[in-house]
C-alpha cells in the first residue's frame, strides 16, 4: 500500500525578505503567509495551508529526517520501495537539507548512515548496495556518474514498467563511499545564477540506492531514490541565467 507524506521547511528568512516583512505563521501541521499590510483576516494572505508537518527555521536536519524519512529506511531495509523528493524555488533550502553540511548532515548522509547501520545488524542476508546518480536537464538525461555525456532514454521493462537504459550502477559498500559518488555527481550539474542563489542547480535530479538480498537462494531488491527537483526554471523572480 502506498503512502505519501508531504511536508514543509521553513528556512530563516534572508536580507531581502527581512525589508520586505515577508514571513510566514506556522502552527503546528499548519502554516500560512502573513501581510504586514493588511489587518483584516489576522494578517494572513490567502489560505491557510494544511500538511503532515511543517518545521519552522528552528529545526534541525536531524529532526526533520527522524520525522520523515528515518522510518521509510527501515521500510527499504525489509524490502519496500522508497522516495524522498525535495522540491522548492532556488535558494529555498533544498541543498541544504539534503546534502547539509559537515558540522550539520543532510537527509541524505543521514540516510545512507542508518541504512549501513542497519546493514551491519542482518548478520544473516548478504546484501549488496548498488548506487546511480542522473539529471534532469532541458528534457534530457544524463548520468552523473558517468564520464560519457550521451543522453539517456527511459524505456520500459516487458511487464511495462520503466527504466532508464544505459544509467550506470556502482557498488558501494561503505557510507564514504556513497558520499564519494555523490560528491563526484555533483560536481558535474548543471549550475546557473539567479537573483536568489549566485550557484543554484539548474537541474533535477535523482539519487538512487538499490539493496539486493541474496541470502538463502533468495534474491530480492528494494530502492530508495532522493529526488532533488529545482522549480527555478519556472520562477519569474529568479532572474534565472545558465
Known amino acids: 500500500m502506498e503512502n505519501i507524506s ?3 521547511r521553513v528556512r530563516p528568512l534572508n536580507k531581502l525578505e527581512t525589508q520586505d516583512s515577508f514571513s510566514w505563521r506556522i502552527d503546528g501541521n499548519t502554516i500560512c503567509q502573513l501581510d504586514p499590510n ?7 494572505i490567502n489560505q491557510t495551508y494544511v500538511l503532515d508537518h511543517v518545521f519552522g527555521p528552528e529545526r534541525s536536519t536531524h529532526e526533520l529526517y527522524e520525522t520523515t524519512a528515518q522510518g521509510l529506511i527501515y521500510k527499504v531495509m525489509d524490502g519496500f520501495n522508497g522516495t524522498v523528493l525535495a522540491y522548492g524555488q532556488t535558494s529555498s533550502g533544498k541543498t541544504h537539507t539534503m546534502r547539509g553540511t559537515s558540522e550539520s548532515p543532510g537527509l541524505i548522509s543521514l540516510a545512507v548512515e542508518e541504512a549501513f547501520k542497519l546493514i551491519k545488524q542482518k548478520e544473516d542476508r548478504n546484501i549488496v548496495t548498488h548506487v546511480s546518480y542522473m539529471e534532469l536537464y532541458n528534457e534530457k538525461l544524463y548520468d552523473l556518474l558517468s564520464n560519457d555525456d550521451r ?21 558501494v559498500k561503505t557510507v564514504d563511499d556513497v558520499l564519494l559518488q555523490l560528491d563526484s555527481g555533483d560536481n558535474r550539474r548543471h549550475t546557473g ?7 543554484s542547480s539548474r537541474s533535477h535530479s535523482i539519487f538512487r540506492m538499490v539493496f539486493k538480498n541474496s541470502s538463502k537462494n533468495e534474491v530480492a531488491s528494494a530502492n530508495n ?6 522549480s527555478s526554471n ?9
Do not use: A, C, Q, Y
Not at 151 to 171: A, C, M, Q, R, Y
Not at 225 to 230: P, R
Open 6 to 8: 508531504v511536508s514543509i
Open 38 to 44: 493588511n489587518k483584516e483576516n489576522d494578517g494572513t
Open 151 to 171: 543522453k539517456l532514454t527511459i524505456k520500459e521493462n516487458k511487464d511495462g514498467s520503466p527504466f532508464v537504459s544505459g544509467l550506470s550502477e556502482h557498488e
Open 193 to 199: 545564477s539567479t537573483r536568489m542563489n549566485e550557484n
Open 225 to 230: 531514490n532522493v529526488n532533488d527537483g529545482s
Open 234 to 242: 519556472n520562477n519569474n523572480n529568479s532572474n534565472s541565467s545558465d
